[in-house]
Every structure is written in structure tokens, then in C-alpha cells.
């Protein structure tokens, strides 16, 4: 892709023509995650339909913090997963519950400076499955927390802080929460950092 362009253009470049190919590279990008954010969002429940099964919530937990370490640390920030200690086994579409939880720590990672830490964790409690995503981030004001799961929502000091955000992610996870018969709580302060609550509910109580 755009990458290969500009690896070819090299180091002897003009940094006109440098600056050209880094800005169309950041935009292709803003435009592949858009058309992959409207496909989950729109076509979502087609593609995972039928595709339930029973499964260990930790493993697909252990998966997506694994993949988005590398990012955490290239941005100077600690995070820690704190696994449930009994297995938080539960009917779902793996893939959907994959999703849900690397929008919950790529959106923890995104909005949260460098030196900040965050703590990933799943409990297997009575009635629920209970996942964790605590940062150290920019925080949230209460009337931001209630449109953050709104189609296209961005904070001010989002926008400010990238351009990478399409504004979709929480209504993906929000939609695909309420497919699992879950519910998400937020708790937030502004520069202290936000907590986000995925409470899955188990079968019995169903
Ligand atoms: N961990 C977080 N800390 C602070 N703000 C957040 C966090 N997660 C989400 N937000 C706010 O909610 C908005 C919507 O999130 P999301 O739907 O994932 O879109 P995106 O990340 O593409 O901007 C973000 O733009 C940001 O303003
Ligand atoms: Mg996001």
C-alpha cells in the first residue's frame, strides 16, 4: 500500500513529497478504519449470527490485551490484565466479545497520556461476568459520558488529541453488549481518568 511508496521514496526525498505521501497514508487509514467501523456497526449481527458458543472469557481477554501491548508501551503507558480466578465461561460469539474488548483498550490507550497506566480486569462474580477497562486518561465530563455511545460522538479533547477516532467504536460495543443481554456503566473525571463496567449477565439469571 501507501507504506511501500514510501519506503521506495526513501531517505533522499524532498521533504515536500515526504510530507504528501505521510499525509495521504494517515488519511487512507482514517478511511480503512471508517469503512471497517460502519461494517461492524452495519452489518455486525449478520456476519456473527450463529455463531455462539460456550467459551472461557479469559483467554479472549488474554488475546486482545497481548495484541495491544506493543501499542500501550510504544506510547509509555503500563497495562496489566488481572484475570478472573474461577473461568468466566459463557454463551457468545467469541469474535463480537473480541471486539467489544479491544475497543475498550484501544479507547484506553488512545485517551490516555504517556506515563499513565491501565488496568484490565475480569471477574466471574454471582449473577454476572464483570470486565474492567480502569485508565489514568483524560476522563470524560458527565454530559460527554451521555453521548459517547452515540454514532459519530467525539469529545472536544479527543479531537484534539487525534484524528485516528471515528466516533463509532462505543456504539459497536454498545450494540454487541446488547446482543450478549449485557449492559455497560462509566464512571469518569475529567483529567483523572475513566473507568468502563461490561456486565455480562450469566444464563441463569437470563
Ligand atoms: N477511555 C476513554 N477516556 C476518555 N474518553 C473516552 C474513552 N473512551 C471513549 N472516550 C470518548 O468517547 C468518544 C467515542 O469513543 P469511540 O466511539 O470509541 O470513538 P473514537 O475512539 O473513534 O473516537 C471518544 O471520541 C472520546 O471522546
Ligand atoms: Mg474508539
Known amino acids: 500500500t501507501l507504506t511501500v511508496i514510501r519506503d521506495i521514496l526513501g531517505e533522499n526525498v524532498d521533504d ?9 497514508i494517515k488519511r487512507t487509514d482514517e478511511m480503512i478504519n471508517l469503512l471497517k467501523d460502519l461494517s461492524d456497526l452495519t452489518y455486525g449481527d449478520l456476519r456473527h449470527a450463529g455463531n455462539f458458543k460456550q467459551i472461557d472469557l479469559n483467554g479472549l481477554l488474554t488475546e486482545v490485551v497481548g495484541d495491544e501491548l506493543i501499542s500501550a508501551q ?3 503507558i503500563e497495562m496489566d490484565l488481572t484475570p478472573s480466578k474461577t473461568p468466566a465461561k459463557m454463551v457468545c460469539d467469541p469474535e463480537a466479545i473480541k471486539k467489544v474488548f479491544r475497543n475498550l483498550v484501544t479507547n484506553a490507550i488512545r485517551y490516555t497520556p504517556a506515563g499513565g497506566s491501565i488496568h484490565v480486569k475480569l471477574e466471574n462474580l454471582a449473577t454476572e461476568i464483570l470486565l474492567e477497562v480502569c485508565d489514568t486518561g483524560i476522563g470524560l465530563e ?19 488529541l487525534t484524528s485516528a ?17 449485557g449492559f455497560i456503566t462509566v464512571s469518569s473525571q475529567v483529567n483523572q481518568g475513566s473507568t468502563f463496567q461490561v ?3 450469566k444464563e441463569s439469571v437470563l
Request: no cysteine.
Open 199 to 201: 456486565h455480562f449477565p
Open 74 to 76: 510504544a506510547r509509555q
Open 165 to 181: 477516532g471515528t466516533g463509532l467504536g462505543l456504539a459497536i460495543v454498545q450494540r454487541l453488549v446488547d446482543e450478549h443481554h
Open 16 to 24: 515536500r513529497v515526504r510530507d504528501m505521501a505521510d499525509r495521504a
Open 142 to 160: 458527565p454530559e460527554e459520558i451521555q453521548q459517547i455511545f452515540n454514532e459519530f460522538y467525539r469529545s472536544p479533547t479527543a479531537k484534539k
